[in-house]
């Protein structure tokens, strides 16, 4: 049975490298029906914190990363001290200035074998004798992930290759235990877009800031998942394609490059995949913080026009917060729109009698709509051509978008009734 999992330090916000690692083990764990543990590491009392043990957990939360069971490593004190006495006993440590030095054989190599890499050679002499336990009675990282990993019965540790450096002395702690190895994967580092190291311009930021942003989970997921792992040629990946189709063989090799603009590419693909509904609802709280559309106006509005609106505004949208604005337009309020010249006399005319038309229009649906547009425009001798543009900016604010009637037809007619005249007249936006 697959058991693997996260050990966060919380020592501050979790970040991309650390989702990945957290995502690749919930991945595995989901995909052989195994066991995915939350282990936090927080053996460096002077640096954690638990508000940065809560913004671990939202993190994962918000991405949708459950997990089985959950451990606080500073809980597991009195083990530690057992599996440490254990090894003065045997003379594999020993004691030295009220600290617990575990002692490296002299000469020769400690070879890790990693899973992606093959092996990886480290001299003994480079190693040395390092200590398990400090004077004041705290254990050292490299030993407690041991005692831990064991206990917990971990077969796969899957983490950042930053932590390969350590695989030689916890090795050595396995072996002077009796212990089994797990299987080690150590995961190539992320890379900025000028490949460097990431850094906070290149998205080495807090996961809950792309929350902020206006990204999906599922959408960070899919871009997490491909910096690091491939299916062939295919980008977008559902959370159940991913947990169907993940396995530790499409792990890469070399280091993955972070690119934001490949992120929001994927976030606007997930944005036209979201269930509709669930959509609207992660789309309302941002359009009432923007100020203008309250709570109430929101409640009170046609659900089917919403969601109708946000169908067709959601094609264009990168982000969440792309979707809000547009969506502004749903509601009677003034339009911001991009600057274009007013309308002519002849548009004018237009605009004022399709505003009559479109307020007797019944029932109200895009074809009615454009068989009334249609029935104005012949009776003017003229073509949608000659005020589609005028129209949609009237309406809309915008210059392009949807199909006109389809747009029309998600707002009230009221109010697009109300915007044609305004527009026409040189009144309010």
């Known amino acids: 049975m697959v058991r693997v999992r996260f050990a966060p330090s919380p020592t501050g916000y979790l970040h991309v490298g650390g989702a990945r690692t957290a995502l690749f083990n919930w991945l595995f764990a989901r995909h052989t029906g195994g066991t995915f543990i939350l282990r ?45 006495e254990s090894l003065l006993r045997s003379g594999a440590a020993y004691e030295k200035d009220g600290a617990w030095w575990f002692r490296v054989p002299e000469g020769g190599d400690t070879v890790v074998h990693d899973e992606l890499v093959g092996d990886v050679r480290f001299s003994n002499e480079q190693l040395k004798d390092f200590v398990i336990r400090r004077s004041d009675g705290t254990f050292i990282y490299n030993f407690v992930v041991v005692v831990d990993d064991v206990d917990m019965g971990i077969t796969h540790v899957i983490r950042g290759d930053e932590h390969l ?39 080495a930021t807090s996961v ?26 295919e980008e977008v990946f559902s959370r ?24 929001l590419w994927l976030n606007q693909q997930h944005l036209k995949r979201e269930d509709l509904a669930a959509l609207a609802e992660l789309a309302r709280p941002l359009v009432v913080a923007r100020g203008r559309v309250s709570e109430a106006m929101w409640a009170q509005a046609d659900p089917a026009r919403l ?8 094609d264009r949208a990168r982000t969440l917060h792309d979707l809000a604005l547009a969506m502004e337009m749903l509601f009677p309020v003034p339009l911001e729109r991009e600057a274009s010249p ?16 479109i307020e007797a229009v019944s029932p109200y649906m895009p074809e009615t709509i454009e068989a009334a547009v249609r029935a104005v425009l012949e009776a003017n001798a003229a073509t949608l051509k000659d ?43």
């Open 40 to 84: 936090i590491e927080d053996t460096d009392r002077e640096r954690s914190t638990d508000e940065a043990i809560e913004q671990i957990v939202d993190s994962l939360r918000w991405l949708g990363l459950d997990w089985d069971e959950y451990y606080r490593q500073t809980e597991r004190h009195e083990r530690h001290l057992e599996a440490a």
């Open 342 to 357: 007013a309308p002519s006399p002849a548009q004018t005319a237009l605009m004022l009698a399709m505003a009559d038309a």
């Open 387 to 429: 005020v589609a543009l005028a129209c949609r900016l009237a309406v809309t604010g915008r210059k392009a978008g949807p199909g006109l009637f389809e747009m029309l037809a998600a707002i009230e007619p009221a109010v697009v009734a109300a915007r044609l005249r305004d527009s026409a007249s040189g009144g309010p936006a």
């Open 165 to 203: 450096n350590n695989t030689p002395k916890q090795m050595r702690i396995y072996q002077a235990l009796g212990y089994p190895m797990p299987l080690f994967y150590h995961l190539p580092m992320i890379l900025g877009a000028d490949r460097g190291k990431l850094s906070k311009r290149h998205g």
């Open 307 to 314: 969601l109708a609106g946000a169908n067709l505004l959601r």
């Open 240 to 263: 159940d394609d991913l947990v169907r189709l993940f396995t530790l063989d499409g792990l890469n090799k070399s280091a993955a490059v972070f690119e934001d603009a490949k992120l």
């Open 208 to 233: 809950l800031e792309y929350r902020d942003r206006g990204i999906l989970p599922d959408a960070l997921v899919n871009f997490l998942v491909r910096l690091g792992w491939a299916h062939g040629d």
